[in-house]
């Protein structure tokens, strides 16, 4: 079982950064994908961001890439999302994820953190 636990998320204006942390523990870090998802109220959560399990491939969704980075240090056990440039659209609660497949899809994911909420003014 692995435990994740998001921080880093709060209020900022827009053209501003933030970098969101995933702390995981319970399991082998190095063995998972892991990934950044998001929601805001009545929509579905979607795909943000992933890295693989050794950090050499990533793969973002068009809407935030070139102004979001995902990273992760094995070696902490933790994964980061450095959100630069940031618009009101990116205001919601963003998730970190850990899984075995790299995909996009939400349901592919078997372990998940609380959340942290970003919220951007414009």
């Known amino acids: 079982q692995v435990q994740l636990v998001e921080s880093g998320g709060g209020l900022v204006q827009a053209g501003g950064s933030l970098r969101l942390s995933c702390a995981a523990s319970g399991g082998t870090f190095s063995t998972y994908v892991m990934a950044w998802f998001r929601q805001t109220p009545g929509k579905e959560r979607e795909f943000v961001a992933r890295?693989?399990?050794?950090?050499?491939?990533?793969y973002y969704a068009d809407s935030v890439k070139g102004r979001f980075t995902i990273s992760r240090d094995n070696a902490k056990n933790t994964v980061y999302l450095q959100m630069n440039g940031l618009k009101s659209e990116d205001t919601a609660v963003y998730y970190c994820?850990?899984?075995?497949?790299?995909?996009?899809?939400?349901?592919?994911?078997?372990?998940w953190g609380q959340g942290t909420q970003v919220s951007v003014s414009s």
């Open positions: 994820a850990a899984g075995i497949q790299p995909t996009t899809m939400t349901r592919k994911f078997d372990y």
């Open positions: 890295i693989s399990w050794s950090g050499g491939i990533t």
